[in-house]
């Protein structure tokens, strides 16, 4: 290809001086010659993006794949929930505050699993708080009915829209499943059973990792 530019090129200097006939061909040449300079300024390019496009793949892969997803707790301030994406899935980390701890066992007389005894979590998970820390619980934002996905509720009383007696939770849309601060549903619900808790575990005080159980090495 330089070749042939440095041929068209070449053709170019040389036409340059010669007749009407032969501007008209010097024309037609310095089209030829910008297309092909552009040809090879859009190979040059693909070739810088190729590396940079598979070196995005990978990472996306292996998220899609199942990879564990590490969460800095220090960025979530109590009473506040974040989204993080596990196998293509929402998974929820709420910072409970105190006295979200305190209201969860208000709520084991009104749900219908309070003991946590299907299996919807690990086994480091059950229990009243469906947690390993009390002040973080970690959920699978994905209704046990039909997959919608639940709202946050984490208002108490009136002001969430669920009654005087709410304590906070989630509340699902489609159908009206409702769930408490630890992700236990409501007796009566459409949701046959808690949400889920994926596997995690704690790198350190402030790193979480979902979708593993031990820490790393
Ligand atoms: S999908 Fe949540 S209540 Fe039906």
């Not at 200097?13 to 297309?35: C, Y």
């Not at 040809?39 to 993006?49: L, M, Q, T, Y």
């Not at 469906?130 to 919608?148: A, Q």
Request: net charge neutral; glycine share 12%.
């Amino acid at each position: 290809m330089a070749d042939n530019i440095e041929q068209i090129g070449s053709n170019q200097a040389t036409g340059a001086g010669g007749d009407s006939g032969g501007a008209s061909v010097d024309k037609n040449r310095r089209r030829t010659l910008i297309a092909w300079t552009g040809a090879a300024g859009a190979v040059a390019g693909i070739g810088i993006a190729v590396p940079f496009v598979m070196s995005m793949f990978p990472s996306e892969r292996a998220r899609a794949a199942g990879a564990p997803v590490e969460v800095d707790l220090s960025k979530i301030e109590p009473g506040m929930m974040i989204t993080e994406e596990w196998r293509g899935k929402p998974v929820w980390v709420l910072h409970r505050t105190d006295g979200m701890i305190e209201r969860v066992p208000r709520t084991d007389d009104v749900v219908a699993d309070p003991g946590s005894r299907q299996p919807m979590q690990p086994d480091y998970a059950r229990n009243e708080l469906r947690s390993i820390k009390p002040n973080y619980l970690v959920l699978v934002g994905i209704c046990t009915h039909l997959g919608c996905s639940p709202s946050q509720k984490l208002e108490v009383g009136e002001a969430s829209g669920l009654g005087a007696d709410w304590n906070g939770g989630f509340f699902c849309p489609c159908h009206g499943s409702k769930f408490d601060l630890a992700g236990r549903v409501f007796k009566g619900a459409p949701a046959p059973s808690n949400l889920e808790v994926p596997p995690h575990t704690y790198l350190s005080d402030t790193r979480l990792l979902i979708g593993e159980d031990s820490k790393r090495g």
